[in-house]
């Protein structure tokens, strides 16, 4: 599917859910599929409102069971890396990050590639709920079958400084 029809999916999803964004605005909707050529299976499509170099406010949003890879946000000159809270605002989202496993998920990470999914502890976010993941922490998440959309609200968002698990990713 080309990119400009997964644009499409992504305002249409948004609005569907009372987000609106403005003629503007949709034309800075980004979709990535990471380098990995597939976008349904590990992908994400995202807006950012503002990013500046104290705080950032984006729009992400996930296809069923869409997944966005491991990663983490390091420290960088010696301030610690990017904090961010994630708020659930349609569908489920299975969060996952580095602790122990509290229970054994039903969740599997895309193509049952256990060797870059590495975090182990599931935070399971409904709509309404959120979650706060502290720098430099491993996670990935994925969107359960109906999709998700989650508003991430951080300090300073700086793609190029993460690092992912999967040495194949690109962003």
């Not at 990995?36 to 729009?59: H, M, P, S």
């Not at 709920?129 to 969107?143: K, M, R, S, V």
Request: aromatic share 8%; net charge negative; proline share 5%.
């Amino acid at each position: 599917m080309q990119s400009n029809n997964v644009v499409e999916m992504t305002i249409n999803q948004l609005k569907e859910h009372g987000i609106k964004l403005t003629e503007t605005e949709k034309l800075k909707v980004e979709v990535t599929d990471f380098g990995l050529g597939q976008q349904f299976t590990v992908g994400l499509q995202l807006f950012t409102y503002i990013n500046t170099d104290r705080y950032c406010a984006k729009e992400l949003v996930l296809f069923p069971s869409q997944t966005c890879p491991e990663h983490k946000h390091p420290n960088q000159n010696g301030q610690p890396g990017k904090q961010e809270t994630f708020r659930c605002r349609s569908g489920r989202v299975h969060l996952f990050v580095e602790g122990e496993e509290k229970k054994e998920s039903d969740i599997e990470p895309p193509n049952k590639d256990t060797v870059n999914y590495t975090a182990k502890r599931e935070i399971i976010l409904r709509p309404g709920e959120q979650y706060t993941i502290d720098p430099n922490t491993l996670h990935w998440f994925q969107a359960g079958k109906n999709g998700a959309i989650i508003s991430e609200f951080s300090s300073t968002s700086d793609d190029a400084s993460d690092i992912f698990t999967d040495v194949r990713v690109k962003r």
